[in-house]
């Protein structure tokens, strides 16, 4: 049978960015914590399950490779000896994205880091050697909490669960680390601390948020991860914006495009020219605005959709630059452009980011009502309450709902504003 190169796997190492070599090393450390014996497993192995040379590794190497990773070997895209992939049963399916949400909803906030981080509950029984296996268990803690966030939006239990998660990383750093690996536990508390910051610049916690930017841009910094550094600074530039200081916006945006990062890769390109884009246009400069917006589109469209990406940016892609484009097209002037994009945004947007799904609504009822359709725009906006019911709004989607209130005063006729405002103020007041 001709040999058949393992994507699955290939896949998995890109997405953690790890090479072979890490692999192999972090396969022996779970060989050593099963057996008690380190284990044999070199590069040249590691090249061999990745070129499909080896498809079925030995028993203790494929329960190591469940251990590091977390996921099925079949998953991982190995095959018994005398099987093809197609005569498999389906491999199981991740958790479903509703389960951990109703999990973590319904944890007390003192238990709610054992719900998301159950690692971290007893740490004299970790070993005292960290490797690679520990980074890869809080980064998939770091995607849990993404994932509750693109849920609900920002909460303080989220913020205080990715705080404690980037303590346990930290505190890590006081055990038997090499370089490679101290370096990506900095990077992962950077990540957490930015979750925390999001999760507050969504909740309206401003002055909170801008001080867990500091402290994710100095890890990011330690951790010398481009990447890292470009989430802080696509976040300072969405906190200047809240803030209404567009010149930070812009200068934040901008430093977001220099990082290393965005000049290699298209995606993360795209997005710093589309909160260029945004800056700009609150600050009233249509033309660099709208240059900004199709630079991020010319971006986009070179970026390799099926490419792994790091959990924070994975919300990006057509779907959350049209919703952007939206917001752009509103503010330079242009409703009905903006309208259009709205619902292309609506129509791209997977049904896991119901956040997202509510804020682009509330845009679109914006454009709608710059456009003199009350009617419409009022109907338009009572959706955001239904998407996000059984849930408080966030900070932010209701300081949006304020604009769309103040605006609606403006322009509707006073009873019309008075019947919205009498119909929803319970949901859209409440903190």
């Known amino acids: 049978m001709a040999e058949t190169r393992n994507e699955a796997l290939a896949a998995w190492l890109e997405r953690h960015g790890m090479s072979a070599r890490e692999l192999a090393d972090a396969v022996n450390d779970a060989v050593r914590d099963l057996t008690g014996r380190v284990g044999t497993t070199s590069e040249r192995t590691v090249f061999r399950w990745l070129s499909g040379e080896n498809q079925w590794p030995q028993e203790r190497q494929r329960r190591a490779l469940e251990t590091v990773t977390g996921l099925a070997v079949r998953v991982l895209g190995f095959v018994p000896r005398g099987k093809t992939k197609t005569s498999l049963p389906p491999a199981a399916l991740p958790e479903d994205p509703d ?59 989220l913020e205080r669960t990715a705080l404690a998660g980037a303590d346990e990383a930290l505190g890590l750093q006081h055990r038997t680390v090499t370089q490679r690996v101290r370096q990506r536990l900095y990077a992962v508390a950077s990540d957490f601390v930015s979750t925390a910051a999001w999760s507050m610049i969504d909740a309206g916690y401003l002055d909170t948020a801008g001080k867990h930017l500091d402290r994710a841009l100095t890890l990011a910094g330690m951790s010398q991860d481009p990447d890292m550094t470009m989430q802080v600074w696509n976040l300072r530039a969405m906190l200047a914006r809240q803030r209404r200081d567009f010149g930070e916006a812009v200068a934040a945006a901008e430093a977001a495009q220099a990082t290393t990062i965005a000049r290699r890769s298209p995606l993360h390109a795209s997005l710093a020219h589309a ?54 097209q509103d503010l330079v002037g242009d409703p009905a452009q903006a309208e259009a994009a709205s619902y292309r945004a609506l129509g791209a947007l997977p049904d896991t980011y119901r956040r997202n799904r509510a804020h682009t609504t509330a845009r679109l009822a914006l454009a709608q009502l710059h456009q003199g359709d009350v009617e419409q725009a009022c109907a338009t906006s009572a959706d955001v309450f239904e998407i996000m ?16 209130h103040r605006d609606l005063i403006t322009l509707a006729p006073p009873r019309v504003a008075h019947e919205w405002t009498d119909r929803y103020r319970t949901e859209w007041s409440i903190a």
């Open 99 to 157: 389960v951990i949400r109703r999990r973590f909803c319904g944890a007390a906030t003192g238990t709610a880091v054992a719900v998301a981080f159950p690692h971290i509950a007893s740490p004299n029984s970790r070993p005292q050697r960290v490797g690679t296996s520990d980074v890869i268990r809080l980064r998939d803690s770091v995607e849990t909490l993404v994932q509750l966030d693109a849920e609900r939006g920002g909460r303080t239990a």
């Open 275 to 328: 909160r260029a884009a945004i800056s700009r246009a609150h600050a009233g400069d249509r033309r660099a605005a709208l240059h900004s917006l199709g630079r991020a589109e010319d971006a986009l469209d070179r970026a390799d959709a099926s490419a792994p990406r790091p959990s924070w940016i994975a919300f990006y892609g057509p779907a959350e630059l049209h919703s952007l484009t939206a917001i752009v």
């Open 389 to 404: 019911a059984g849930d408080p709004l966030p900070g932010r989607m209701r300081q949006l709902l304020g604009d769309f």
